[in-house]
């Protein structure tokens, strides 16, 4: 039995595709390998291919966010989830401070609002 390695490009196009959220089976046909290679490849190498997945979510926040005024996102408070994993490039990008909850206690969310000199905040409805 012969087995070739992934090219470069074959991984970046494996890790392209994976963040766009294609199946195996549909990756192994665009890249004309055996789906046991691609999935293979996702366990062995996860932790590379979803630092990808985190780049595109703190990318897509900083784009969202900074659509808003100069000076309107002040903090943003999140769960502990591994979506928020490159939260110090989205602190030095908004201009801002992030907070975490405490673990197990996602109601600790929330949204604060600021309406003249006051800060006020509420709860978001989970």
């Known amino acids: 039995m012969s087995y070739n390695h992934l090219s470069i490009d074959e991984r ?17 046909k665009l890249l004309n390998r055996s789906p046991s290679t691609i999935s293979r490849e996702i366990r062995r190498n996860c932790w590379q291919l979803v630092r990808g997945v985190f780049y595109y979510v703190a990318a897509l926040v900083i784009k969202t966010l900074s659509a808003l005024p100069k000076g309107a996102v002040k903090t943003i408070t999140t769960d502990n989830g591994n979506e ?25 969310l929330t949204i604060q609002l600021k309406s003249g000199n006051s800060l006020s905040s509420r709860a978001v409805a989970r």
């Open 12 to 28: 970046s196009c494996l890790q392209f595709y994976y963040v766009q959220g294609l199946s195996v089976r549909k990756i192994s």
């Open 84 to 108: 928020f994993a490159l939260w110090e490039n989205m602190e030095r990008a908004l201009d801002c401070e992030i907070y975490f909850t405490d673990t197990y206690c996602s109601w600790h």
